[in-house]
């Protein structure tokens, strides 16, 4: 058995499963952004024990929501949440469980379990793209994270889609949609995607699954900007690294089918001849679970890491 923690924003879980990835228990607990990164340690320090006397693991894993020093386990920053500038997770939760320990990028750990147990098991290599909050990446090669200079993130929510400066995460994450759903519905306020999105602010792109279903146009026309964007990201990616496959991951990729296959159309014309007709698309096979079962697969391999100083 090991021990996988996910560590974000407003979610904390920590679960322990076999290193095949599939999960026999589960602590999920809502994260107090006042409390800070203190506070999350008090969770863990409050949960772990209980688990590890239950399902006694061999190595912990840890999917860390912000670019992470992978060779050592320190967090360079959160983003989100106060109070983990410098810290030396790693170091800290060996302490705290006296097991071998890994910690890494939560969009690399995401991949990792993708690319090991989910939509991206038996393609080489694999590239995940997640679209919630933010736009995170990571890339799997032979079974492993490719990391790259460190910090070593894939952090493709950071391209420029242009040379102003407007990068992906300003046009293809959750709130980027959410904001151009916003702007569509005050000039078309009678239509479906109105309707449906209502008058609330924030998360309005939860409306834009079912836009489509009823074939709701100016969803159509979302959707298609959305993935264009998208795929232009992308295409350097493949041009770049190849991936046999990529993985679509995050709250909008609930959107579905749709948005895959919108996805996969639009990237054909941005890459380049000789690479077509590119890597195969899919929706992420995991679900939330993505970065928990990565977790698991990372902590496979932690007896090899030092992470006491």
């Known amino acids: 058995m090991v021990l996988g923690i996910e560590i974000g924003g407003t979610k904390l879980q920590v679960v322990v499963g076999g290193r095949d990835g599939r999960i026999t228990d589960r602590r999920r607990l809502v994260v107090d952004r006042a409390a800070g990164g203190a506070g999350i340690r008090a969770q863990l320090s409050r949960v772990l024990p209980e688990l590890i006397a239950a399902h006694p693991p061999s190595a912990v894993g840890v999917g860390f929501g912000g670019p992470v020093d992978w060779r050592t386990g320190r967090i360079c920053c959160s983003h989100q949440i106060a109070g983990w500038h ?3 997770l790693g ?4 302490k705290e469980t006296g097991l071998p320990v890994r910690v890494d990028n939560d969009a690399n750990v995401a991949a990792l379990g993708e690319a090991m147990h989910g939509a991206g098991r038996g393609a080489n290599p694999v590239f995940w793209i997640n679209m919630g909050s933010g736009v995170g990446g990571g890339l799997v090669v032979d ?3 490719y990391h ?4 070593g993130e894939a952090e493709i929510g950071h391209l420029c889609l ?18 151009r759903i916003r702007e569509a519905v005050n000039l078309h306020p009678g239509g479906i995607l109105a309707s449906l999105a209502g008058d609330r602010e924030g998360g309005e792109a939860r409306a834009l699954a079912p836009a489509l279903e009823r074939g709701d146009e100016l969803a159509h026309a979302i959707l298609s900007e959305l993935a264009d964007n998208l795929a232009f990201a992308l295409s350097h990616a493949v041009q770049l690294f190849h991936p046999e496959r990529i993985v ?3 709250g909008l990729s609930l959107i579905g089918e749709p948005l895959r296959q919108a996805v996969a159309e639009a990237l054909t014309p941005y890459v380049m001849d000789s690479f077509r007709p590119g890597p195969r698309l899919v929706l992420a096979g995991l679900g939330e679970d993505s970065v928990p079962v990565g977790a698991l697969a990372l902590a496979a391999g932690a007896s090899t890491v ?4």
Not at 91 to 94: G, Q, V, Y
Not at 148 to 151: R, S
Not at 162 to 179: F, I, P, Q, T, Y
């Open 86 to 88: 410098d810290f030396e």
């Open 91 to 94: 170091e800290w939760l060996h």
């Open 143 to 145: 079974g492993r994270i």
């Open 148 to 151: 790259g200079a460190v910090p």
């Open 162 to 179: 242009d040379k102003s400066g407007v990068r992906v995460e300003d046009r293809c994450s959750g709130w980027a949609v959410d904001r």
């Open 248 to 250: 679509i991951g995050g």
């Open 306 to 309: 030092l992470t006491a100083k």
